[in-house]
């Protein structure tokens, strides 16, 4: 009892903060808490691009089975493009056409970002020191079905794209060969994870209320049913509590009927039910980028008369997850004239990734770690590797990682050569390693991008 009139008395202080914030600024709430139709989603990020271009860019990674943008809004200091030393964030929601409720958190999302920059200094830094970006909908061919369907809590056709295919089961999956053929949808968001730096990502589901954390499959037959551990487990556990904690509830993890009593509102995929070709996995194994897969509500296509209720329950969760982009460290992997070094190899000591992290086309890396210390091992194929020893502290706060940057003894010409010899053997790093003579040279600071 008493716990739970802790619990009253904190939602009633979350209540009043959120009232001030709209008292101070009324036009926060132009964006009514109601479902959008496709058009009137593409009208908003139209006017939110036009009304604050010096943050935002407004971009389509492809287009759905029936020719509608996937639209994504960037927000950041430098929105177009990615700037070296500033990660990269990602939200997605609609995925799955039927779960509607993230689709109309993160256009509220976006609407708190562009309005409070300059009026809140935690936006206006988590603004400043990372580049974000948000798709309101993944499959809208899906939710434009689910639209001219009766409501339906627990299923609708408008779960799968207009070729009925599940485009969270569509993803190549490391543990298991899938015949199902690959989505336009799915194509695109692939590519995109794939030629961005992503660095942490959310995608927003419906019809439990938990965070769940990679591994969603099996790691081969043979494993029993239950959890699935990752490499990077401890950050995944850290992330989702994260969000669960922030949440105004689901840290008590028993918010649905339908679902199993999650502890501390978070689970392994896999322990809760596995699957394959999952779009989690996919950017963890395959894009270096950790996503966190949160369902937002018991019921995936609620009256939208709740929806203001869930913005209150998940907006701060929302916003703090920006912060945990800057767990860990990052730097850049160079030649000593200081030109980037393309697909390094970047491991930290007992994290033995399905595939290495390696640095993007600017010689940079970032690697989210928690507190305490580690081994990190560059190698740059063909011209030897380092071993360094360094300590993480939580410094979220700073919003900026540890810098760790390495200086390797050759040139900018060089760097070219082992750049096309890795491009010719389709991924496959040079078998053979040079004594070559190198030199170290790191940078630790925790200095802020502004």
């Known amino acids: 009892l008493q716990e ?206 938990v965070a769940s954390y990679p591994y969603d499959n099996k790691q081969s037959d043979k494993q029993p049913a239950g959890y699935s551990k990752c490499p990077d487990d401890d950050v995944f556990v850290y992330i989702a509590k994260n969000y669960s904690y922030n949440h105004l509830s689901m840290f008590n993890g028993d918010e649905c009927e339908r679902t199993p009593n999650f502890q501390d509102g978070i689970t392994n995929g896999a322990e809760w039910y596995h699957f394959s070709g999952g779009m989690q996995d996919f950017n963890y194994i395959s894009g270096q980028c950790f996503e966190l897969t949160v369902e937002l509500s018991c019921c995936k296509n609620p009256p939208e008369t709740f929806l203001m209720e869930y913005w209150n329950e998940n907006q701060e969760s929302l916003i703090n997850f920006l912060k945990l982009v800057h767990l860990g460290i990052k730097g850049q992997v160079l030649t000593m004239d200081g030109a980037p070094i393309e697909n390094a190899i970047v491991e930290v000591q007992g994290r033995e990734n399905i595939n290495p992290f390696r640095t993007n086309k600017w010689g940079e890396y970032y690697r989210l770690l928690l507190p305490g210390t580690y081994i990190l091992n560059v190698t740059v194929p063909g011209f030897g590797s380092n071993t360094t020893e360094f300590q993480v502290l939580n410094d979220v706060e700073n919003f900026s990682a540890l810098v760790l940057n390495f200086h390797f003894k050759f040139n900018a010409t060089d760097a070219q050569s082992m750049k096309y010899n890795f491009h010719q053997q389709h991924g496959t790093a040079s078998n053979k390693q040079q004594n070559a003579v190198l030199l170290i040279s790191i940078v630790i600071c925790s200095a802020l991008i502004y």
């Open 4 to 209: 739970n009139r802790q619990t009253s008395r904190w939602k009633m202080f979350r209540s009043i903060k959120l009232l001030w914030i709209w008292a101070i600024l009324p036009d926060l709430i132009a964006l009514k808490f109601q479902y959008h139709s496709t058009q009137e989603l593409e009208g908003f990020l139209h006017d939110i691009n036009r009304k604050y271009p010096s943050i935002t860019h407004l971009y389509s990674i492809g287009r759905s089975v029936t020719g509608i943008n996937l639209w994504v809004l960037a927000i950041g200091k430098y929105p177009e493009v990615h700037t070296v030393g500033i990660p990269d964030v990602k939200y997605i929601a609609n995925i799955h056409g039927d779960e509607v409720v993230g689709r109309e958190m993160l256009l509220q999302l976006i609407e708190r970002l562009v309005k409070m920059y300059k009026h809140d200094a935690t936006i206006t830094r988590l603004i400043s020191n990372a580049r974000i970006h948000i798709m309101p909908s993944m499959n809208p061919d899906g939710f434009e079905i689910t639209q001219r369907e009766e409501r339906s809590c627990t299923y609708s056709i408008g779960r799968y794209n207009k070729e009925q295919v599940d485009l969270n089961r569509n993803f190549p999956d490391a543990f298991e060969s899938s015949t199902s053929p690959t989505q336009v949808e799915t194509t695109a968001v692939m590519n995109w994870i794939l030629n961005e730096t992503f660095v942490l990502s959310i995608s927003l589901h419906g019809g439990a209320v």
